[in-house]
Nanobody, 127 residues
């Protein structure tokens, strides 16, 4: 089992920055892909960034060049640095872990491969 806890959400003005953290505990050696999902109001949850165990990274077109995903040395904590935030980045951000049969690159709206989820953290960007 893998447990995930997000932190770092908040409210910022457009152009600002936030850094989200996802702390993993439990059998983190089994973690193959850590994804960051965003669920905007009234929209489907989508993956905006992900990092694979070999440190390969993925970014959705909507965040490429503005967001950066990274992990600490023991891969227990994953970060999502979000710069140049836009109002359309508003939503609840979830980190999720895939431990088996993980698609790479991630399918944008496929949540089924992620077996462990954090509780989510709200990000609000005002114009």
């Amino acid at each position: 089992q893998v447990q995930l806890v997000e932190s770092g959400g908040g409210s910022v003005q457009a152009g600002g920055s936030l850094r989200l953290s996802c702390a993993a505990s439990g059998n983190i050696d089994n973690l193959r892909v850590l994804g960051w999902f965003r669920q905007a109001p009234g929209q489907e949850r989508e993956v905006v960034s992900a990092i694979r165990r070999d440190e390969s990274t993925y970014y959705a077109n909507s965040v490429s060049g503005r967001f950066a995903v990274s992990q600490d040395g023991d891969k227990a904590t994953t970060y999502l640095q979000m710069n140049s935030l836009k109002p359309e980045d508003t939503g609840v951000y979830y980190c999720a872990a895939c431990v088996f049969a993980c698609a790479w690159p991630p399918h944008p709206y496929d949540r089924s491969r992620y077996s462990h989820w954090g509780q989510g953290t709200q990000v609000t960007v005002s114009s």
